[in-house]
């Protein structure tokens, strides 16, 4: 059974930066498609990035420049830096796996992102 | 950018009852197409990839059809627990979007 838990979310302030992560369990990052997908509160969902197998990265328009997708395949982990932090990044983010193609077959919990002074 | 638009915004059914959610995307994304169901307090779960294939483990009363530009979900019979918001999502070309999302509500 394929398992993602997110970690590292909080509050912070506008400017700041954090780190999320994400542990896979039952399955490897290193073979998966993994995303971040976030949602504001009240609202829809929203792509944020990807990486893949051949550890290409993709961004949306709104993080590029200030978001970075990584993976630690010895830990098999996910992670997401982001910096420059803005209100509108506020979302609980999400990670998510897929083996073969660019959908979002396992999700994680979440973990909630809060940027205000 | 591939825009989504989902109909209706919102519905509220009758246990037992048919649902029918559409998709509209703003140009052809082929079968690329997949929809998700969300419950409150929940992470979203994948319910049909490219358009009509079922994920794993879900009712046979989900079912998805559609290809090009227009794009259906089916609950053939809703039970109580499929109280949820259901979005669509493209993978056709990036940005990859998600359709606004349909809730449906129990009467």
């Known amino acids: 059974e394929v398992q993602l838990m997110e970690t590292g979310g909080g509050l912070i302030q506008p400017g700041g930066s954090l780190r999320l992560s994400c542990a896979v369990s039952?399955?490897?990052?290193?073979?998966?498609?993994m995303s971040w997908v976030r949602q504001a509160p009240g609202k829809g969902l929203e792509w944020v990035s990807f990486?893949?197998?051949?550890?290409?990265?993709y961004y949306a328009d709104s993080v590029k420049g200030r978001f970075t997708i990584s993976r630690d395949n010895s830990k098999n982990t996910l992670y997401l830096q982001m910096n420059s932090l803005r209100a509108e990044d506020t979302a609980v983010y999400y990670c998510?796996?897929?083996?073969?193609?660019?959908?979002?077959?396992?999700w994680g919990q979440g973990t909630l992102v809060i940027v205000s002074s | 950018e591939i825009v989504l638009t989902q109909s209706p915004d919102f519905q509220s059914v009758t246990p037992k009852q048919k649902v029918t959610i559409t998709c509209r995307a703003s140009?052809?994304?082929?079968?690329?197409l997949h929809w998700y169901q969300q419950k409150p307090d929940q992470s979203p779960k994948v319910l049909i990839k490219?358009?009509?294939q079922s994920f794993s483990g879900v009712p046979s009363r989900f079912s998805g059809s559609g290809s090009g530009t227009d794009f259906t979900l089916t609950i053939s019979s809703l039970e109580p627990e499929d109280a949820a918001t259901y979005y669509c999502?493209?993978?056709?070309?990036?940005?990859?979007?998600f359709g606004p999302g349909t809730k449906v509500d129990i009467k």
């Open positions: 998510a796996s897929s083996f073969k193609n660019p959908t979002f077959d396992y």
């Open positions: 039952g399955s490897t990052v290193s073979n998966n498609y």
């Open positions: 990486i893949y197998s051949v550890g290409s990265t």
């Open positions: 140009q052809n994304i082929h079968s690329n």
């Open positions: 490219y358009a009509s």
């Open positions: 999502h493209q993978s056709s070309s990036l940005p990859f979007t």
